[in-house]
């Protein structure tokens, strides 16, 4: 994905959100180990670089991280997010107060190998549908407090953001739908409650629903759990007249057959809550 097209963070989020993992690290004394160890003169010259290959992101967490911790401290930016990166690559350089480098280290390094390997994750998966129109979206499956953040590493993977919470969307699954008496019941009355901007997304386990479904008029139907097989005949079914999304135990093996079948979209939640941390370091420089 081209960085001209990524969302941008806002800084102030970015800095609160660091600010509370610093605080968290530091406890109540800081680190000690540096204190004990290093005088309070010592300068440093350190490197943060990929160890292993994957797609970048949490570049400015990471720059928060050490500017928070000690404004000496000069983060020059090598790599950006969105960057796929091969081992050895070389994503910032940091000099300054050697103290404050090393008492930011591990916040910078949490941020930046959790949210690059949602993004390596997003990555692998979009990289098997290219050839299809479908896209690769997130879920509410994110840690808690981190939901912006992981969300924004789900696009600098190459994939698309979901709803991001349950006030910007209306998403009728199986539950809403028990409850309110079927499926058509449940979509007039989210159509006779929802302003005319909101989304109104039905899910669906079977052909059938999708037909009861497609009469009511939503404006997407999740298609939960079905085989490749099913999809197809659900997209001739369809037949372009709402989005379709594809939800449900997809795994990397499976999604080209998933988007194959023709769906507009097709939804994870193993991106999020399941993606490997990709291995990054920070080694200091000897002179």
């Not at 610093?22 to 350190?46: F, I, K």
């Given at each position: 994905?081209?960085?001209?097209?990524?969302?941008?963070?806002?800084?102030?989020?970015?800095?609160?959100?660091?600010?509370?993992?610093?605080?968290?690290?530091?406890?109540?004394?800081?680190?000690?180990?540096?204190?004990?160890?290093?005088?309070?003169?010592?300068?440093?010259?350190?490197?943060?670089?990929?160890?292993?290959?994957?797609?970048?992101?949490?570049?400015g967490c990471s720059e928060s991280a050490f500017?928070?911790?000690?404004?000496?401290?000069?983060?020059?930016?090598?790599?950006?997010?969105?960057?796929?990166?091969?081992?050895?690559?070389?994503?910032?350089?940091?000099?300054?107060?050697?103290?404050?480098?090393?008492?930011?280290?591990?916040?910078?390094?949490?941020?930046?190998?959790?949210?690059?390997?949602?993004?390596?994750?997003?990555?692998?998966?979009?990289?098997?549908?290219?050839?299809?129109?479908?896209?690769?979206?997130?879920?509410?499956?994110?840690?808690?407090?981190?939901?912006?953040?992981?969300?924004?590493?789900?696009?600098?993977?190459?994939?698309?953001?979901?709803?991001?919470?349950?006030?910007?969307?209306?998403?009728?699954?199986?539950?809403?739908?028990?409850?309110?008496?079927?499926?058509?019941?449940?979509?007039?009355?989210?159509?006779?409650?929802?302003?005319?901007?909101?989304?109104?997304?039905?899910?669906?386990?079977?052909?059938?629903?999708?037909?009861?479904?497609?009469?009511?008029?939503?404006?997407?139907?999740?298609?939960?759990?079905?085989?490749?097989?099913?999809?197809?005949?659900?997209?001739?079914?369809?037949?372009?007249?709402?989005?379709?999304?594809?939800?449900?135990?997809?795994?990397?093996?499976?999604?080209?057959?998933?988007?194959?079948?023709?769906?507009?979209?097709?939804?994870?939640?193993?991106?999020?809550?399941?993606?490997?941390?990709?291995?990054?370091?920070?080694?200091?420089?000897?002179?």
């Amino acid at each position: 994905m081209s960085r001209a097209t990524l969302p941008e963070l806002p800084r102030l989020m970015i800095d609160e959100a660091v600010k509370s993992a610093l605080l968290e690290d530091w406890g109540r004394a800081g680190d000690v180990t540096s204190q004990a160890t290093l005088p309070s003169t010592s300068t440093a010259c350190a490197v943060i670089a990929a160890r292993k290959p994957g797609v970048l992101a949490g570049v400015g967490c990471s720059e928060s991280a050490f500017r928070q911790t000690d404004a000496a401290l000069q983060f020059e930016i090598a790599r950006n997010d969105g960057d796929r990166l091969a081992p050895g690559d070389i994503v910032a350089r940091i000099e300054g107060p050697a103290r404050g480098l090393l008492a930011a280290e591990r916040v910078a390094l949490n941020f930046l190998g959790h949210m690059s390997g949602i993004a390596t994750a997003t990555s692998l998966f979009a990289d098997q549908i290219t050839h299809t129109k479908a896209d690769i979206v997130c879920t509410r499956k994110t840690t808690p407090g981190l939901r912006a953040f992981e969300k924004y590493a789900v696009k600098c993977g190459g994939g698309a953001n979901h709803r991001f919470g349950l006030d910007d969307a209306v998403l009728i699954k199986d539950n809403h739908i028990a409850v309110a008496g079927g499926v058509t019941n449940a979509i007039k009355a989210a159509k006779a409650f929802a302003g005319h901007l909101v989304k109104i997304e039905v899910e669906v386990d079977t052909l059938e629903q999708l037909e009861e479904a497609l009469a009511a008029a939503p404006d997407v139907v999740m298609l939960d759990n079905m085989p490749p097989e099913t999809l197809e005949k659900a997209v001739g079914i369809a037949n372009g007249k709402v989005l379709l999304e594809a939800s449900g135990g997809i795994e990397l093996d499976t999604v080209r057959a998933v988007a194959e079948s023709g769906v507009d979209l097709i939804s994870s939640g193993w991106i999020t809550h399941s993606a490997p941390v990709l291995d990054l370091g920070l080694d200091i420089e000897l002179s």
